[in-house]
């Protein structure tokens, strides 16, 4: 049974036009997580929240943005995707915050900005 | 700043035989986690150790850990094809703003050849 389930799996957009990405969990887990990880790189924590509180990571450009509207889903927003923002999209999620929870992660949306 | 290295970046094996891969990190942690990715998905959980301890075994899985070394290695024995993917190591962050935030690691490339 899918737990963390991302859509659209590829996603298309050309540069400069807004796109969103979809998340949602069963889990009831109280964090969400949105990474981004571009090719043979690491995962990149860009923001998550806990519970409504939404903690950004001082790195991430304020092109993107995050939206929870309820416990089961979380958006990505990439309000003008330039070519630099072409990679994988991770949502992730865990139970709470703490350093011994797992995350869970969802299949990836894979972006590409033409 | 990257927490967590792994080495080597790329581990090429016959089917059968073992796989280690090493990952480095900076500072203290509380706990390491190893996560497993095939490619163009998302991550799996493997296996969590702490700081106060020295190896963890989960079935063909062994980990250890030397907090003196800040080093951690990741034994996976008698290798399958399936195991091919990549392996990331992943650190908390132990203090300040982002505690219980994982830093991930570049990680290495397994190909397990049959």
């Known amino acids: 049974d899918a737990m963390v389930i991302q859509n659209p799996r590829y996603q298309v957009t050309q540069f400069g036009k807004p796109v969103t990405l979809s998340c949602s969990q069963t889990?009831?887990?109280?964090?969400m997580y949105w990474y981004q990880q571009k090719s043979s790189q690491a995962p990149k924590l860009l923001f998550h929240y806990y519970d409504k509180d939404f903690n950004n990571e001082a790195d991430t450009p304020d092109n993107f943005q995050s939206r929870r509207p309820n416990t089961s889903f979380c958006f990505l927003d990439i309000r003008s995707p330039g070519l630099g923002d072409a990679a994988m999209y991770l949502c992730?999620?865990?139970?709470?915050?703490?350093?011994?929870?797992?995350?869970?992660f969802g299949p990836g949306t894979r972006l590409t900005v033409l | 700043s990257q927490q967590g290295e792994e080495d080597p970046q790329a581990l090429s094996i016959q089917e059968g035989e073992n796989a280690t891969m090493n990952c480095s990190y900076k500072?203290?942690?509380?706990?390491l986690q190893w996560y497993r990715q095939n490619s163009g998905r998302g991550l799996v959980h493997l296996i969590l150790?702490?700081?106060?301890?020295r190896e963890k075994h989960s079935g063909r899985l062994r980990v250890t850990l030397d907090t003196s070394k800040k080093s951690s290695s990741l034994l996976i024995t008698a290798s399958r094809a399936a195991d091919t993917a990549s392996y990331f190591c992943a650190t908390d962050a132990r203090s300040g703003g982002s505690q219980g935030n994982l830093i991930f690691g570049k990680g290495t490339k397994l190909s397990v050849k049959p």
């Open positions: 889990l009831n887990h109280n964090v």
């Open positions: 500072t203290s942690i509380n706990n």
């Open positions: 992730a999620t865990s139970r709470e915050r703490h350093g011994t929870d797992t995350q869970y």
């Open positions: 150790i702490r700081s106060n301890e």
